[in-house]
């Protein structure tokens, strides 16, 4: 069955430090992916996107990510955490064959930044 | 701007109860979808609809139904066959050369 996982529930870091989230998938082909972030009671943006090309992505608020077809992992960086980057943040593919319909989520990773 | 609005953002509801929840688009996108969010659990697709007078069932759709009469609108109603209808439900459209965009959700609780 196709899935998503991401490992860590809950990662704090402090401010200024550097970022990895991690996102993996289980899917017989590449599908596209996703990066979004939610900040508590609101909806998800958009942080980047792969559909193919070059494997390093760079997405909105300085955030890029390194698809691996390996290791099936789309991993989420950022050199340098402010504060405002405190959010949930979801990893999610969308399996292109039988149509590019459908978006299916990790359970989310919230991130917690210390001053 | 081009946008997703959804209403009400909060919205109780009695044992019993069917209530609905709006979602409209500005954004001229053709495929629309209800996503359900649970603590811990993520997103998972309720309904969703690519064609104005079509729809297809998500993996949760029990409990649930929609209409998509316009190409703008997608409400979605919950029924008092739903057993645990307490969440956070986002509205989302697609352009398949951009990607997904969502709406800033309407949190429901049964009272």
């Known amino acids: 069955a196709q899935s998503v996982t991401q490992p860590d529930i809950h990662i704090t870091v402090s401010e200024g430090a550097s970022l990895e989230l991690r996102c993996n998938y289980s899917?017989?082909?590449?599908?596209?992916l996703f990066w979004y972030v939610q900040s508590p009671g609101q909806g998800l943006q958009l942080l980047l996107k792969?559909?193919?090309?070059?494997?390093l992505v760079q997405g909105i608020k300085g955030f890029e990510a390194e698809f691996k077809r390996s290791q099936s992992s789309f991993n989420l960086r950022k050199p340098s955490v402010h504060w405002s980057d405190a959010a949930e943040y979801f990893c999610?593919?969308?399996?292109?064959?039988?149509?590019?319909?459908?978006?299916?989520f990790g359970a989310g990773t919230r991130l917690a930044v210390h001053p | 701007d081009g946008g997703i609005t959804q209403s009400p953002k909060y919205l109780f509801r009695k044992e019993g109860q069917n209530v609905t929840l709006s979602c409209e688009q500005n954004?001229?996108?053709?495929?629309m979808y209800w996503y359900r969010q649970d603590p811990g659990q993520g997103l998972r697709l309720i309904y969703y609809?690519?064609?104005?007078?079509?729809?297809q069932k998500g993996d949760i759709a029990e409990g649930y139904s929609v209409s998509r009469e316009k190409k703008e609108s997608f409400p979605l109603t919950v029924t008092s066959a739903q057993k645990n209808p307490t969440a956070f439900y986002l509205c989302?459209?697609?352009?398949?050369?951009?990607?997904?965009?969502f709406g800033s959700g309407t949190r429901l609780t049964v009272v």
């Open positions: 999610a593919v969308a399996p292109i064959s039988g149509g590019y319909n459908k978006l299916i």
């Open positions: 899917y017989g082909a590449t599908p596209y």
């Open positions: 792969y559909f193919s090309g070059d494997t």
């Open positions: 954004l001229n996108h053709d495929a």
């Open positions: 609809s690519q064609i104005v007078n079509d729809f």
């Open positions: 989302a459209t697609l352009r398949t050369d951009y990607g997904y965009t």
